[in-house]
């Protein structure tokens, strides 16, 4: 039988995942994607609670994150479009202006 | 029946967040996210959960990540762009924390692992009960969204507007 | 009945005038005078108004009337009052011959721009010295014992422009400062150790009790702490220095505060705690003999004075050591009698002093001033009669309060009664040179003296005043009034009849040797070798000065090393380079990289994770 922890693992793993991808990724546009990794993963979780505890709030609350993430997602890839205008390079490591 | 599905689901979705992360080709990355996008909602179907899993493709699948594409080609990037290594200088700590993570993270949900639960059989997630609650109990949020989204809109063209200028008086 | 509201408004009237003249009246000459005379004079009359409550009252009245002011634990302090005859007797000397000055300073500073300010001093003055008088406790007397040091210091660095003067405050304030020191452990010792019932007290009434209970070796040790005070205050030997260089300051000042009342707060605090000396024959032993020594080297040293002050300063010495004497020898009314009659004879003498000095255009040296006495003949007229209480004749008030020293001193201790007599050998000597040189004679035909005049009334009539009580000091039954339980004994003739001798005697030494009027001290070359020593004041300025220079500069130098070294290079400097570099270490942290702060952010959260998973 599949219970509530294998879904919560699988999200665990995901999770780790997108951990994995938003610090160890060079370029900006990974690190986006491995954001919505991330995003995927709790509304996994969620799904999963909402289907184990017979409680609505979780699918809903899905629903919502999805939205936001998209919202998210449009504004992030236009600052990226702008960084590429700006400094020709998408790579994270040449946003140092703010460094000491 | 069921939990064949499931373990099916289960590897093409880590398999894929793998390429997510570690493939080289931009485009790679994205079409692998797309794959991710595709098992997470046949998962949420299997949770009974088919509005927000057909939400999820639409969304997703549908809008965010054929901008992700627009990106990628309008950028014009592909493997050749990355002559160094695609890793950035805390690839090895990163890596360590997501295993911390991930142990740490087994730990919390032992509880979960050694004590089977049932699915509840009440949970029917169609798009006539989510939307009934939708436009009751969550109206609110639900109206705010819109609004959210409305700011988005706005943010972009904004953003969008400045670069347009500057490209105007570049050339 | 007695009335303690009195008691209050003679204490704060004189802050009140201080205060008034301080905020508003700093720019008119006239209006401060007048404001401080009117505090002072009111302090006069409620004195009087008590004075006539507690008069023929038998058994003597005690009152006391105090607030608690600090109450933390076991600690109390208090602030109040206590009256009887002993305070009443002092505050009406402090605030009568204060009035005295106070009228008379009107007409001696009328020429000085900054006399508001000396008005505003005098009378912050008053309210300390009244606030010495009446206090209850110890620890209320300590504060107006400083209080009165610090308007000392201000009075007699008055003209401050002079480096002088300037000086002579300095130093006045710091050997009372060293004094005040032993004083103070004195007081802390002494409250220590009592344990009145209800626990430890500072209150004279509370301590006079339990006294008799306590521990005689630590008694002595109290003893001799306060009278550590005494000796600063009282300028007995070694702590002397200061009140010679005191003469600085303007003559009404030295009048009051360095004759009448500031000096003989010493032998009023011991008169007033006399109860703590009583049975202690060792420390009474100390004190007498410290004050025997002062009298005799202070009266050596007025010999070969030229400085009219001066020479009353140094007589001023010799007659505090005389009282401190006298109480060393168990003897507190015989040292209050002449403390009252001193105040009367000392204060004329000075007034008389300034009165010259002010017809002279401040002229000083007694070399430069002759034939007075016709020139200014209530001035002269006075000044004699100083001198002759001062000398101790028969029938002036010296005589007596003089008289009854001696008589205790040839009962108790001959040795002591031997220097006593030839100090006031020596003192009618050196009064009858100060008196032959400037007053005596015929007035010169040209100089400063050719064109002295009288004094104004406002400066004379208080000279009068002061010389009608000098003549009938010996007549008011003050002992009688301050312990009229004590034994009394009729008058010694043989002590009256030796000590009249030598007075008549150094007047006509003096006479002999100043009556015509040598234009040189004759003294110069006849003492030969003593001279120099003599003029030197013994060397204990120069000897104090060299400790000064070189033990507690050394001292001094090594706390600031201590300072510059350790606590301004390591502690500061050091808690600031410490700071600079924590700094550059953690400014790294502000890599401007996105990813460093996420995986930051993430690596926090971790680590949260990680206390919640085994915490559970």
Redesign the interface.
């Known amino acids: ?10 999200s ?16 900006v ?6 954001l ?2 991330l995003l ?1 993963a709790s ?2 979780s969620f ?2 609670f ?7 709030t979780g ?2 609350i ?3 994150v ?10 992030g ?6 960084m ?2 700006h400094f020709s390079t ?1 790579q ?2 040449e ?6 | 029946m ?2 064949f599905f ?1 373990y099916l689901f ?1 590897t093409i ?2 398999l894929a ?2 390429a ?2 570690l493939a080289r080709n ?1 485009l790679y ?2 079409l692998s ?1 797309i794959i ?2 595709f098992s ?1 909602s046949s ?2 179907i299997l ?3 088919s ?2 899993g057909v ?2 493709l639409l ?2 699948g549908g ?2 990540l054929v ?2 594409l627009f ?2 080609m ?2 014009n ?1 592909n493997s050749q762009t ?1 002559t160094t ?4 200088r ?2 090895l ?3 360590f ?3 911390m ?2 142990s740490e ?2 730990l919390a ?1 032992k509880s ?9 059989a ?2 029917r ?1 169609t798009i006539e ?2 939307g009934k ?2 436009f009751t109990d ?1 109206l609110l ?1 639900f109206e705010l ?1 819109s609004l ?2 409305l700011i ?1 809109v706005f ?2 063209v904004s ?2 507007q ?2 347009l200028k ?2 105007g008086e570049g050339t | 009945m007695v009335n303690p509201l009195l008691a209050w408004i003679a204490f704060f009237s004189p802050l009140a005038a201080c205060v008034v003249i301080t905020l508003f009246s700093l720019r008119s000459k006239t209006y401060s005078a007048f404001l401080a005379i009117a505090g002072i004079l009111t302090s006069f009359v409620c004195s009087v108004l008590l004075f006539l409550q507690i008069f023929h009252v038998d058994p003597p009245i005690e009152l006391q009337q105090s607030l608690t002011w600090i109450h933390i634990d076991s600690l109390t302090i208090n602030f109040g009052v206590l009256v009887n005859p002993l305070a009443i007797m002092m505050l009406l000397i402090v605030t009568g011959v204060g009035s005295a000055i106070f009228i008379y300073s009107m007409g001696y500073m009328d020429e000085d721009q900054s006399s508001p300010r000396f008005f505003a001093y005098l009378s912050l003055f008053a309210f300390s010295m009244i606030g010495i008088v009446l206090s209850n406790n110890f620890i209320q007397l300590f504060i107006f014992w400083e209080l009165v040091g610090l308007s000392s210091y201000l009075l007699i660095g008055f003209w401050y422009e002079k480096p002088s003067a300037a000086d002579a405050g300095v130093k006045a304030f710091v050997v009372n400062r060293v004094a005040d020191f032993g004083f103070l452990c004195g007081i802390l010792l002494l409250w220590s150790i009592s344990d009145v019932g209800n626990g430890r007290s500072f209150l004279f009434t509370d301590l006079a009790g339990v006294v008799t209970h306590l521990d005689p070796h630590l008694l002595t040790v109290v003893a001799l702490l306060i009278f550590c005070g005494v000796i600063g205050k009282s300028a007995q030997v070694p702590l002397h220095v200061w009140l010679a260089d005191a003469m600085e300051g303007p003559t009404p000042v030295s009048a009051l505060i360095h004759a009448a009342t500031m000096v003989a707060a010493g032998i009023y605090l011991l008169a007033r705690t006399f109860f703590i000396f009583e049975p202690l024959s060792t420390a009474l032993t100390v004190i007498a003999y410290i004050g025997g020594i002062t009298a005799l080297l202070a009266a050596t040293l007025a010999v070969v004075e030229n400085d009219i002050k001066r020479i009353l300063a140094y007589s001023t010495l010799s007659q505090l050591g005389l009282m401190v004497m006298a109480l060393g020898l168990s003897g507190p009314m015989q040292g209050m009698y002449h403390l009252t009659t001193h105040a009367f004879f000392k204060a004329l003498l000075f007034l008389g002093a300034g009165s010259v000095i002010y017809a002279l255009h401040h002229e000083q040296n007694i070399w430069n001033m002759q034939g007075l006495l016709k020139q200014m003949p209530i001035t002269g007229v006075t000044f004699l009669i100083g001198t002759l209480t001062l000398s101790g004749i028969f029938p002036l008030s010296g005589f007596w309060s003089k008289d009854e020293i001696l008589a205790l001193a040839s009962k108790h201790n001959s040795l002591l009664y031997w220097v006593a007599t030839l100090t006031s050998g020596l003192t009618a000597f050196y009064m009858g040179r100060l008196f032959w040189v400037a007053f005596w004679g015929k007035a010169p035909t040209s100089g400063h003296s050719h064109q002295a005049h009288e004094s104004p009334l406002v400066m004379t009539i208080p000279l009068i005043f002061l010389a009608v009580l000098s003549v009938t000091g010996g007549f008011l039954g003050i002992p009688h009034f301050l312990y009229p339980h004590a034994e009394h004994p009729a008058i010694n003739i043989s002590v009256a009849l030796i000590s009249s001798v030598v007075a008549i005697l150094g007047l006509a030494v003096s006479y002999m040797i100043y009556g015509k009027r040598p234009t040189r001290d004759p003294l110069e070359t006849k003492l030969g070798f003593l001279y120099p020593v003599l003029k030197n004041k013994y060397y204990f300025d120069v000897v104090y000065g060299w400790y000064v220079d070189h033990v507690q500069q050394s001292v001094a130098k090594i706390f600031f090393w201590i300072e510059e070294i350790v606590l301004v290079r390591f502690g500061v400097h050091g808690m600031t380079g410490l700071a600079k570099a924590a700094g550059q270490v953690l ?2 942290l ?6 460093f702060y ?2 930051v952010f ?1 690596l926090g959260v971790v680590y949260l994770f990680f206390i919640m998973v085994t915490k559970l």
């Open positions: 039988m599949i219970g509530l922890g294998h879904y919560l693992l699988l665990g793993i995901l999770f780790s995942i997108g951990i994995v991808g938003v610090t160890t990724s060079r370029s546009l990974k690190i986006l994607l491995s919505e990794l995927a509304n996994l799904v999963a909402s289907r184990f505890n017979g409680d609505y699918q809903l899905v629903f919502f999805i939205l936001v993430a998209a919202a998210e997602v449009a504004i890839l236009a600052i990226v479009v702008l590429y205008r998408i994270a490591d946003l140092k202006d703010l460094k000491w | 069921s939990s499931f289960a979705l880590i967040s793998l997510v992360v931009p990355n994205v996210l991710v996008i997470l998962l949420f949770l009974e959960a509005f927000v939400i999820l969304v997703y809008a965010v901008f992700f990106v990628v309008c950028l990037l990355f290594t695609q890793q950035s805390f690839r700590l990163g890596w924390i997501g295993l993570f991930l993270f087994s949900i979960f692992l050694e004590t089977p639960t049932i699915q509840s009440s949970i997630g009960i989510i609650i939708l969550y949020p969204t959210l989204l988005a943010g972009i953003l969008a400045g670069a500057t490209d | 400014r790294r502000q890599s401007g990289l996105v990813q996420a995986l993430v």
